[in-house]
């Protein structure tokens, strides 16, 4: 059985209070941009919060129709009502507080079998719930939060204001990938089987890894979009159409209906810009170090375009300091990569074994077993 621990529902709390914060920080920062007379400023901050908030909503309520097909459909119009109007996660969050609540802090029988397996079932959709939770703030993590934080840093060093709302949404953007990337790896490690426990240590090598390799890549973008915005427009595209199609080729099976399907590997491509996932539980040694190895070559380049390009700027305070940070972060993010893939990595992702979901093309496959969704989606 799937443990959910009181540790888990602290964790579930911090996540709730990161998640609410955001979204005011986010407000408020496109209102001072609005007030200042920032007007494209305020409206692309506005626009990463809009689309990861459409996006969510949309897999979240087709994961509803999915998990309660076959029930009673006046509950499923009223989600559809309750995400049409962009709340569906805060459903979400109210199943895992009741069921986190109940699986943390409610001692176990070990004499009444009945009260053992209810408390096993509990256990179990905790865990579940909690997970789509993570899933989705995966989602939004590297459709919004990481692109606001490319938005804010670019404009620091652009402009060179020291506003304290700048700061607000780039501590909050930190803190948003921190948790997201931390509880994802928690909900792959008790979703899929002959997984180990991810302790501390773990944790902390795994955050410092994700955190400290996506940081040297947002400074990079940043700063190739402050020597030419039309570059880095391109390089991003670029980038989007290399992890689309080598989304394409997997040939994933997330989701029942092909239309999501092809929804969940545009938003992979936009993920496999920021950072290296593996969506097919296979191993990909070879994979991880050409990603890691051609981004550390594009930051390379980016800096020693500067140096021939534009020379002057080399002896300005701020692009020694950004040029230091991003080169630092990339160092240490690639050791504590080796070290997590080294000393704290599953040496198998998943055992093969039938899916629930249909894969593309195949119809009318029979004696199918109903398994965790995670199994499907992007793994690590």
């Not at 941009?33 to 007007?39: I, P, V």
């Not at 865990?127 to 490319?150: A, C, G, S, W």
């Not at 180990?196 to 996506?214: A, C, N, Q, S, W």
């Not at 500067?306 to 701020?318: L, N, R, T």
Request: aromatic share 16%; hydrophobic share 45%.
């Amino acid at each position: 059985t799937m443990k959910f621990t009181k540790q888990d529902f602290i964790f579930l709390v911090g996540g709730i209070i990161i998640y609410v914060v955001d979204i005011g920080v986010d407000f408020w920062v496109a209102s001072k941009y609005f007030c200042q007379g920032q007007y494209s400023w305020s409206m692309l901050i506005l626009c990463f919060r809009g689309l990861s908030s459409l996006i969510i909503q949309l897999f979240s309520y087709e994961w509803f129709k999915n998990d309660w097909e076959g029930t009673d459909t006046g509950k499923l119009k009223w989600i559809f009502l309750v995400h049409l109007f962009q709340c569906g996660i805060f459903v979400r969050y109210w199943f895992a507080l009741k069921y986190g609540c109940q699986a943390a802090f409610k001692q176990k029988s070990s004499e009444d079998t009945s009260e053992t397996d209810s408390l096993n079932f509990i256990q179990n959709q905790a865990v579940d719930v909690v997970t789509d939770i993570n899933m989705l703030r995966v989602f939004k993590t590297f459709l919004e939060t990481t692109p606001q934080l490319f938005v804010q840093i670019y404009i620091l060093m652009e402009h060179g204001k020291n506003d304290f709302c700048q700061y607000a949404a780039i501590i909050m953007s930190f803190c948003g990938i921190s948790f997201s990337t931390v509880d994802y790896q928690i909900s792959l490690r008790k979703s899929l089987p002959d997984k180990d426990e991810f302790h501390v240590l773990p944790r902390l090598v795994y955050l410092f890894y994700k955190l400290l390799t996506i940081t040297s890549w947002t400074l990079s973008i940043s700063l190739i979009t402050l020597l030419s915005v039309r570059s880095s427009v391109i390089l991003l595209i670029f980038l989007w159409i290399c992890g689309f199609t080598w989304t394409l080729k997997q040939h994933t099976t997330f989701c029942k209906s092909k239309k999501m399907e092809y929804l969940y590997r545009t938003v992979i491509g936009i993920i496999l810009i920021f950072t290296f996932f593996n969506i097919k539980g296979r191993k990909t040694k070879v994979c991880l170090s050409m990603y890691y190895a051609t981004h550390t070559v594009v930051t390379l380049g980016i800096l020693f375009v500067y140096m021939f390009w534009k020379p002057s700027i080399i002896k300005e305070i701020h692009f020694t300091i950004v040029s230091i940070l991003t080169i630092l972060s990339l160092v240490l993010g690639i050791i504590f990569l080796v070290v997590y893939y080294r000393c704290f990595h599953p040496t198998a992702y998943c055992r093969p074994q039938p899916c629930s979901d249909e894969v593309d093309g195949e119809v009318g496959q029979k004696d199918r077993v109903k398994i965790s969704r995670f199994q499907n989606f992007i793994m690590q």
